[in-house]
């Protein structure tokens, strides 16, 4: 057992509160707008809007821009998604402000540089980047939102994600601990 | 009743506006309980900061059960609630990667917003590479859209798939997570953890 859990409170909220509060921000979605909360979403967004911008001729042609042309129409940033990924953004912002957590860095384990560190990044990024495309939603929009309207789908995506997260934490266990 | 955009109770604008609001409170909540780190989200896959499991079953338990009551009381028609459909391939194949570049990359897409939105330049550096893992999906749509529609199964619940209730299903997924948290708050204990 470690000295800091014994000496000093988390400077986190206690995490079944934590589940609990997040749990009422995903009902309110489904109250409010008949969805759940979801992430990855948006960054498609950010992606049709920019290659529709720089060729608009040839990528509304690509199957990937009709499908998502097929439930949006018009401007492809205004979506549900794209503002509550703004709102993220101000609340993570918020907290972190009353909480005294801005502040730039880059988190590593001492073991790694970090150089290293975002290079990692940078590769995790694009394999969830393209997951969350290939699963219909990532670990909010499939996983957690799934898994709150029972959608066998979100069970699935849900137990790969983790599964595999578990499977391959030996290999990649230097970068964390 | 609910839902109001769907049932029109409210504009499309507003039902924008309060996406906005519901974002701020889930970057809040996310960032209270510590996802702005990657070693504390890594931390569940050694157990030595398992905040990772305690939040997200707690969070999917309370949702699902608020809408099994809200429907209850008939303040929402759950045939109105977006229910994500299956298609069985891409979900497990997905999965597997966002697996992958979850353990490699120590966020998921909501995660690293909430830590860009404090200053992580390593989660700045996340978002980066989801906006060139989606572009390379969408460059290369026609090689994988085989994969991607392969196995439709529709929009099935999973309580309907193993033949029982929606109830019965809720009480069952409580008590398995129950379970978990007894063996988080035993993992903990284990594993020496420090406070990042």
């Not at chain 2, 990772?52 to 999917?60: C, D, E, N, W």
């Not at chain 2, 891409?90 to 697996?99: D, F, N, R, V």
Request: glycine letters at 14%.
């Amino acid at each position: 057992m470690s000295k800091s859990e014994n000496s000093k409170p988390s400077k986190y909220l206690n995490p079944y509160i934590g589940g609990v509060l997040l749990g009422l921000v995903l009902l309110a979605a489904n109250f409010v707008s008949g969805r759940g909360l979801g992430a990855s979403g948006a960054i498609k967004s950010a992606v049709v809007s920019t290659v529709t911008t720089i060729a608009p001729a040839a990528s509304e042609k690509t199957g990937f821009v009709k499908e998502f042309r097929q439930s949006h129409q018009g401007n492809p940033m205004k979506t549900w998604l794209v503002f509550e990924m703004t709102g993220v953004l101000a609340g993570g912002f918020l907290s972190g402000a009353l909480s005294g957590r801005l502040k730039f860095k880059v988190e590593h384990s001492p073991k790694i540089t970090s150089k290293k560190r975002l290079l990692l990044a940078l590769g995790g990024g694009i394999l969830f980047g393209f997951g969350s495309q290939l699963g219909r939603g990532c670990t909010s929009g499939s996983a957690l939102s799934g898994m709150a309207v029972l959608s066998l789908g979100g069970f699935i995506t849900m137990v790969a994600i983790f599964g595999t997260a578990y499977a391959l934490a030996y290999f990649f266990r230097r970068n964390w601990i | 009743m609910g839902p109001l955009s769907v049932n029109e109770i409210i504009s499309e604008n507003t039902n924008l506006f309060l996406a906005f609001i519901i974002g701020i409170g889930f970057g809040f909540v996310l960032e209270q309980s510590g996802f702005s780190s990657s070693r504390k989200l890594a931390g569940v896959f050694y157990g030595y900061d398992t905040v990772v499991l305690k939040v997200f079953f707690t969070a999917a338990i309370t949702a699902m059960l608020g809408l099994l009551f809200f429907s209850l009381f008939g303040w929402i028609d759950l045939n109105m609630v977006y229910v994500n459909p299956t298609y069985l391939t891409s979900a497990i194949i997905g999965g597997i990667i966002m697996g992958a570049g979850f353990i490699i990359g120590g966020y998921c897409p909501g995660t690293s917003f909430c830590g860009a939105s404090i200053g992580k330049i390593d989660a700045i550096v996340f978002i980066g590479g989801l906006f060139i893992g989606v572009l390379i999906f969408g460059l290369g749509y026609n090689i994988w859209d085989g994969m991607y529609m392969a196995k439709f199964l529709g929009s099935p619940k999973i309580s309907q798939t193993l033949g029982l209730s929606d109830g019965v299903f809720a009480f069952i997924l409580i008590i398995v997570a129950l379970s978990m948290f007894w063996l988080a708050e035993w993992a903990e204990k284990k594993f020496p953890r420090e406070e990042y």
